[in-house]
């Protein structure tokens, strides 16, 4: 973990603290109060993942990618919740998505001491992938303005993605080891890997009011760092209030960077999503 760069975050963390994607922002209450959400979101997903290649040492690359999310989605849970204190929050997001797709390929092998080998599209016969990811992020926030137009919270805290990666692939001929010593990756098999991703966010989150409609317009944005060189989110939409529950519907957004030679060099995942929430 890049502890240069997490300790920063964790301080403005402890200072301010953390939002998760569903908490809608503050309002006029005092006291306590506590808010528990659903939501349902329908990413479609982008992803670069280095494999391990443990018999001739090295790594391949795999590109998964599903732009359907109906039909690659596998299962799906989300929940949030808050507990509030006038301006001060505490925040907890979970969400655990099964994702596939079936328009995968192996991009490159790389091994041990040798350049990368990459795999034309001639030898990638076909390939599949599955994405079993759990993100999670913990924290509190403060709200520094708020009034009959809206409010404005800072945030801090972490994120964690635990991510499990398989591609199934098929080749036309195996890759040769180093020196042409064995097969670094025979033509048919599969690669696997797994990691947990932690990250210290800062942003920014709340609702603009639309008069006293009961309408508003939620705005949500972090960027962090860790384990990651850098990931991100945003959401927007457009909800209603009544009372004790609300919903809204929206787009929300959310990548992460962990360079070359790590399992995922890049993911994003991007799609709509309703939140339905109860207050008491």
Do not use: H
Request: proline share 3%; net charge negative; charged share 15%.
């Amino acid at each position: 973990m890049r502890l240069n760069r997490l300790i920063p975050l964790a301080l403005l963390a402890t200072t301010f603290g953390a939002a998760g994607a569903g908490a809608q922002g503050a309002d006029d209450r005092s006291g306590w109060s506590f808010q528990v959400g659903l939501y349902a979101w329908a990413p479609t997903f982008d992803g670069r993942l280095n494999y391990a290649l443990p018999s001739a040492g090295g790594t391949a690359t795999g590109k998964a990618d599903a732009d359907n999310y109906l039909s690659d989605l596998n299962f799906a849970a989300m929940i949030t919740a808050e507990a509030r204190y006038d301006r001060y929050s505490v925040i907890t997001d979970l969400m655990y998505v099964d994702l596939g797709s079936s328009s995968s390929r192996v991009g490159s092998v790389n091994p041990a001491a040798l350049p990368s080998n990459p795999i034309s599209s001639t030898q990638d016969l076909s390939g599949d992938s599955s994405l079993q990811a759990t993100i999670w992020t913990l924290g509190a926030g403060y709200t520094l303005a708020s009034g009959n137009w809206g409010n404005v919270d800072v945030l801090g805290g972490f994120r964690l993605l635990a991510l499990d990666a398989r591609t199934n692939y098929s080749l036309a001929v195996d890759i040769a080891g180093p020196r042409g010593n064995g097969v670094a990756l025979s033509r048919n098999g599969r690669l696997s890997g797994n990691a947990d991703i932690w990250n210290g966010i800062v942003g920014v989150r709340g609702r603009i009011l639309v008069g006293d409609s009961g309408f508003f317009v939620p705005y949500y944005a972090d960027v962090g760092t860790g384990d990651s060189n850098l990931t991100w989110q945003v959401f927007s939409g457009i909800g209603y209030q009544s009372g004790w529950a609300g919903v809204q519907l929206g787009y929300r957004y959310m990548s992460f960077d962990q360079g070359s030679g790590s399992l995922v060099e890049k993911l994003t995942m991007g799609g709509a999503y309703l939140a339905v929430n109860f207050t008491f």
